[in-house]
C-alpha cells in the first residue's frame, strides 16, 4: 500500500477485539467483539509504520490500538460488517477447535452482518 492510499488523520477505522466474560455456569469465557476508533496518528521508525487508533474497548474503557498500513483489510477495516466477518472467521475457528471442551462462543457481532449473503 502506498503511503498516499493511507487512511486521513480522523478517519474512523474497525477492528476484532478479544472479550474475556464471566458467568454463573463458567469463568472465563471468550468472545470476538467488534470495536471502532479513530485514526489519530501514525508512529514511524525506519524499519516500520504503525497506526495509532483510539476508541472504546471490548470493557467499555477507552483504549489505543495500532495496526500497519498494510494490515487494512485483513485485521483493520473502514467498515463495521467486514470487522464483523473477520470476527465471524475467528469465532468459527475456535468453536471448530475448541468445541468439543467449551460451548459455543457468543456472537455480539451477528446483527452486523444481517441481510449479507
Known sequence: MK?????????QLYFVCEHIYNTEERIANKEYVVCSGKLT?????SSWTAMRIVGTGPYGYEIVSYYKPQEIGAKVFYSAKEAAQRAKQLTDHDDKV?????PPMRRPWAYLLEGSK
Open 41 to 45: 496518528g501514525y508512529n514511524e521508525n
Open 3 to 11: 503511503r498516499e492510499d493511507w487512511p486521513e488523520i480522523g478517519t
Open 98 to 102: 475448541w468445541g468439543a471442551v467449551s
